[in-house]
């Protein structure tokens, strides 16, 4: 191309970028068929952290109590078609690390019943995985360890995006959605050696009056919440599978507490195969002024990691339950809201503590004071979260002086535009 047409295109583009459409997005229309919405979000965050140590430990200074401010996933996202046939979706993030490609797709949607997603896609197990972040309604991530413990999230399972491809749709109307992923397995000794595995079906009542969290999208997603925009009930089951190294849980102990753990090299080498299945559901209806909301999921891995003494495999589980009441008129400047969540996960005889082979188990909850200023276009929350170790995890740590109880406060402002 000359480039006199790549000045008269830029032109065009910092023209069309110019006009704020009615759906808060910078829009680029070449025609009817051809266009891209393209929008900027960002969350500041205010962070008060507990205290990890009861004294000077593996560099942390007992008394550490750090206050933190800090910008988090500030994206650029844009979506849009080239005709009706060839979708896609992308989303870049910055933060202190630098920029990063979180999220690229190319969706081909042969029909609401049948469509093909490809790229650096979301993972579709669990329902956290294909959630966006920017819609829950306790903003912090679903289980996260704060002190690196137990270095297993069994929900985002080694993160929830991965190059791959996924088959997705609505059938009869959208009462039954599915999705059917397929990635490289980088999980392997010998990486994307075959592939890893996820399918997830839901079930919608749309007969009682509920609506449809339609799959048939460009990106394949869903909300925690709908504000009180459209009643959902919807009830999941998903499956995951893929063969991965052979590893004892406390290997990455080794290299995050500079412990030196050996074990034999014959059984490490080798792979095994990790199966894993999930049910959750997720209700959200309008009554009146009030609009509440609860969900709740099980997990369940098998083969997730070694006993450090039998050197058998053992499995992992946890479930969750969270919920939100939202009053749907503005006070001030917004509407408040107050959301609860509670969640646990246990990994079977996964430390060595006194040639015994202990449990790790990590209970966690928070209440997050949300207040919608404009949706979820501007909020502010207000929460915090409380982490307590039990079993093998406890003492581990006990062991080494880190504390087992934390309580962690944020102050959360949100935009997106």
């Not at 206050?67 to 844009?78: L, T």
């Not at 290997?251 to 080798?270: A, C, F, H, S, V």
């Not at 969540?341 to 246990?346: M, Q």
């Not at 276009?377 to 880190?402: C, M, Q, T």
Request: hydrophobic letters at 40%; one cysteine or more; aromatic letters at 16%.
């Amino acid at each position: 191309m000359k480039l006199g047409k790549w000045k008269v295109l830029g032109l065009a583009g910092v023209l069309a970028l110019g006009y704020v459409s009615q759906a808060k997005a910078f829009h680029v229309k070449v025609d009817e068929n051809t266009f891209a919405d393209i929008y900027f979000n960002m969350k500041v965050w205010y962070m008060n952290y507990d205290k990890r140590a009861k004294d000077y430990v593996n560099g942390t200074i007992g008394d550490w109590r750090r206050n933190e401010f800090k910008v988090e996933e500030a994206q650029i996202n844009f979506m849009g078609q080239v005709n009706k046939l060839v979708q896609f979706y992308g989303e870049y993030d910055q933060d202190q690390k630098g920029s990063s490609l979180n999220e690229l797709g190319v969706n081909f949607a042969f029909a609401k019943e049948f469509q093909v997603l490809a790229g650096l896609i979301r993972n579709c197990f669990t329902r956290a995985d294909i959630s966006s972040s920017y819609n829950r309604i306790v903003p912090t991530k679903p289980f996260i360890d704060p002190q690196k413990a137990m270095l297993f999230n069994i929900f985002e399972h080694d993160g929830n995006t991965h190059y791959g491809a996924m088959v997705h749709g609505d059938l009869f109307g959208g009462m039954f959605t599915y999705r059917v992923g397929i990635y490289p397995n980088h999980f392997r000794a010998k990486q994307n050696k075959d592939f890893v595995w996820n399918a997830r079906v839901e079930f919608q009542p749309l007969m009682l009056g509920f609506k449809c969290e339609c799959a048939a999208t460009p990106f394949a997603k869903v909300r925690d919440t709908y504000l009180g925009k459209k009643d959902v009930l919807t009830i999941g089951l998903g499956y995951f599978s893929a063969k991965e190294r052979k590893s004892y849980w406390n290997e990455e102990l080794n290299k995050n507490w500079g412990i030196n753990i050996q074990y034999p090299k014959d059984l490490t080498r080798k792979d095994r195969d990790v199966d894993g299945w999930t049910v959750d559901f997720m209700f959200e209806k309008k009554f009146g002024d009030f609009v509440p909301n609860l969900q709740a999921g099980y997990v369940s891995l098998s083969d997730t990691h070694l006993n450090p003494i039998t050197y058998k495999s053992e499995d992992s589980d946890g479930w969750y339950v969270q919920g939100q009441l939202l009053y749907d008129q503005v006070v001030g400047c917004g509407k408040p809201a107050i959301a609860v969540r509670f969640n646990t996960s246990t990994h079977d005889k996964a430390y060595n503590i006194n040639n015994r082979a202990k449990d790790a188990k990590l209970d966690r909850w928070g209440v997050a004071l949300n207040y919608y200023i404009k949706e979820q276009d501007a909020k502010v929350v207000l929460g915090f979260d409380h982490f307590k170790y039990r079993d093998g995890a406890k003492d581990f740590l006990k062991k080494i002086r880190f504390e087992d109880s934390l309580t962690d406060w944020y102050l959360l402002m949100q935009v997106k535009f």
